[in-house]
């Protein structure tokens, strides 16, 4: 991969201080290229949410550009999404998945449903809220089997986050899928933001980020014999 680092945090991964995504976001650091992502999560999914054409009449005529909006995640704790507009479909695409990717969170999941103790991180360890525009989206925790009782478009966001099973509904002008969408990851950002003691975390066995930590091959160190 021929990539020369700009920034702090892209040097520390290529020299391979940094070999997770957990770590990279611990750090702080502004995620402003999307090559960082590109190497620590390899397996990331991309889907387009929303394809919106929007026509400006100017002095020389009439100007049509597409508005794109992008969700991308692992399937495994983390979920990003971006917006970007072009005059061509392909290249403005390819713009909101890089934007996706560095708007990239780390979620919490669990099993915070009273209704099932299994003990695995299927599902949301609590319930959270998200705003966006006029639409407000409510993501509860359900039992193991429900599957993602929510939205199409909340559906796709959070099966890209690795969330399996949920409820969820939603209040305002949900016609509005950008919105719709921000909220849902709004709501899912919240999981981070929303303070749990050490006993709540074994109680619904609470996991921050991935249950399966990718490390990236080429920053692992050999061993000696």
Same mark, same amino acid.
């Given at each position: 991969?021929?990539?020369?680092?700009?920034?702090?945090?892209?040097?520390?991964?290529?020299?391979?201080?940094?070999?997770?995504?957990?770590?990279?976001?611990?750090? %702080?650091?502004?995620?402003?290229?999307?090559?960082?992502?590109?190497?620590?999560?390899?397996?990331?999914?991309?889907?387009?949410?929303?394809?919106?054409?929007?026509?400006?009449?100017?002095?020389?005529?009439?100007?049509?550009?597409?508005?794109?909006?992008?969700?991308?995640?692992?399937?495994?704790?983390?979920?990003?999404?971006?917006?970007? %507009?072009?005059?061509?479909?392909?290249?403005?695409?390819?713009?909101?998945?890089?934007?996706?990717?560095?708007?990239?969170?780390?979620?919490?999941?669990?099993?915070? +449903?009273?209704?099932?103790?299994?003990?695995?991180? *299927?599902?949301?360890?609590?319930?959270?809220?998200?705003? +966006?525009? +006029?639409?407000?989206?409510?993501?509860?925790?359900?039992?193991?089997?429900?599957?993602?009782?929510?939205?199409?478009?909340?559906?796709?966001?959070?099966?890209?986050?690795?969330?399996?099973?949920?409820?969820?509904?939603?209040?305002? *002008?949900? %016609?509005?899928?950008?919105?719709?969408?921000?909220?849902?990851?709004?709501?899912?950002?919240?999981?981070?933001?929303?303070?749990?003691?050490?006993?709540?975390?074994?109680?619904? *066995?609470?996991?921050?980020?991935?249950?399966?930590?990718?490390?990236?091959?080429?920053?692992?160190?050999?061993?000696?014999?």
């Amino acid at each position: 991969m021929d990539w020369v680092p700009k920034t702090r945090l892209g040097k520390m991964v290529l020299n391979g201080e940094i070999t997770t995504m957990s770590q990279a976001l611990a750090t %702080k650091l502004p995620l402003r290229e999307a090559e960082i992502v590109d190497i620590l999560l390899p397996d990331l999914k991309d889907e387009v949410i929303d394809v919106n054409i929007v026509q400006r009449m100017t002095d020389s005529g009439r100007r049509v550009k597409f508005r794109i909006t992008c969700v991308v995640g692992n399937g495994d704790g983390f979920i990003g999404i971006g917006r970007a %507009k072009g005059k061509e479909v392909g290249p403005s695409i390819r713009k909101a998945i890089d934007n996706a990717k560095l708007n990239i969170i780390e979620i919490k999941r669990g099993c915070g +449903s009273w209704e099932c103790g299994c003990g695995t991180p *299927h599902s949301l360890p609590f319930t959270v809220v998200g705003k +966006s525009g +006029s639409v407000e989206v409510y993501l509860k925790p359900a039992p193991r089997g429900i599957s993602l009782a929510v939205g199409d478009v909340a559906k796709s966001i959070l099966t890209l986050a690795g969330v399996k099973d949920s409820w969820g509904f939603a209040k305002g *002008h949900t %016609k509005t899928t950008v919105n719709y969408a921000y909220a849902t990851f709004y709501a899912l950002r919240n999981t981070i933001e929303m303070r749990v003691s050490e006993e709540q975390e074994k109680r619904q *066995h609470i996991v921050s980020g991935p249950v399966q930590v990718h490390v990236a091959e080429d920053d692992v160190p050999a061993q000696e014999e």
